[in-house]
């Protein structure tokens, strides 16, 4: 059984540029009720010897360990590699050997925050790197920090992800934070919801998750999407064949909602997107949707529209999926 459980996949401590130590991200994380995060700082693996059973206990949070290689061509986010891998002479034409070092040592590679103002105002945030293997890669940060759609960066990113879709390669969503400091103000955040084998918490499922595209983002809202049809129902991430289908999203609006309900966040309709371009959208009345069309080759998702606080209107992205392919 797959059950959704959120996590923070972004994070800086004392080890590299952050303000927090690791039990103080620990536990400032565990306030805003995630089940897990990654430890990803900048170019540094040693805070991840901090991460203790007992704290993990304490705080009933789980760190997957990671690092952000933190370049001049982009910056990668680096999950659960069982040794070190040498990234300081990654260059644009050897990204591929690099992504298959981290695969062979098990882990997991996501690409941060690829449309960040370059030089010369912030030297290698941007994505330089010229990547052929794209099955290498897992997900990509579709939204940096919070408050996310208010940033350039992140509108900027969804037409390069939607292309890279369009070209065939799969590759899941997630929304960090990049978080570097305990808050001083409230914050619209996000989470991203990762697809656990029997909703348990630990690197290797956060990994597979990643691996196998089940995932999506959200400002607050749950989303479950599923495609219906005579071979069965498939998920985020998985594969469908072209044709008749029916897609079924079902929301909820119940967990963590004392992180999000000062927001007013709201959702007033459910868009199915295919290979890039609106299908169709409904009203969101609470209950259950569905969309009964036929399905071409390629990609799906559902997006999650509405208002919030800190929005322009009724057009806000609320949340947004993984996809599920269609053959």
Request: hydrophobic share 40%; with cysteine.
């Amino acid at each position: 059984m797959i059950c959704y459980r959120p996590f923070e996949l972004h994070n800086h401590t004392q080890h590299s540029d952050g303000q927090f130590t690791v039990p103080g991200l620990m536990k400032a994380a565990a306030a805003y009720g995630y089940a897990g995060i990654a430890l990803t700082d900048h170019n540094a693996v040693t805070g991840n010897a901090e991460v203790t059973p007992a704290l993990e206990t304490e705080t009933g949070l789980r760190v997957i360990p990671g690092i952000e290689w933190t370049t001049f061509y982009g910056h990668l986010l680096v999950l659960g590699c069982d040794r070190f891998i040498d990234w300081r002479f990654v260059t644009p034409d050897t990204i591929d050997t690099a992504l298959q070092e981290i695969a062979d040592a098990h882990g997991v590679a996501g690409i941060a925050h690829p449309r960040e103002v370059g030089s010369p105002l912030m030297c290698g945030c941007n994505w330089e790197f010229r990547v052929t293997r794209w099955d290498l890669v897992s997900y990509i940060e579709v939204w940096s920090q919070e408050d996310p759609m208010s940033r350039t960066k992140n509108q900027l990113v969804m037409p390069w992800y939607d292309g890279l879709l369009n070209q065939g390669h799969r590759l899941a969503v997630s929304a960090g934070r990049d978080w570097h400091a305990p808050d001083s103000k409230a914050h619209l955040l996000t989470a991203t919801y990762l697809g656990l084998s029997e909703g348990e918490v630990n690197t290797p499922n956060t990994l597979a998750a990643l691996r196998a595209g089940r995932t999506y983002i959200t400002l607050g809202p749950t989303v479950d999407l599923t495609l219906w049809q005579e071979e069965g129902c498939f998920g985020l991430g998985e594969t469908a064949s072209a044709g008749q289908g029916e897609v079924r999203v079902q929301i909820g609006l119940d967990e963590r909602q004392a992180v999000w309900e000062q927001w007013n966040i709201e959702v007033k309709t459910v868009r199915l997107v295919v290979n890039g371009e609106t299908a169709a959208e409904q009203p969101f009345t609470g209950a259950p949707i569905s969309f009964s069309r036929e399905l071409p080759r390629g990609w799906l998702r559902a997006e999650l529209r509405g208002s919030h606080a800190r929005g322009n209107g009724d057009g806000e992205i609320i949340a947004l999926t993984s996809p599920i392919y269609l053959a």
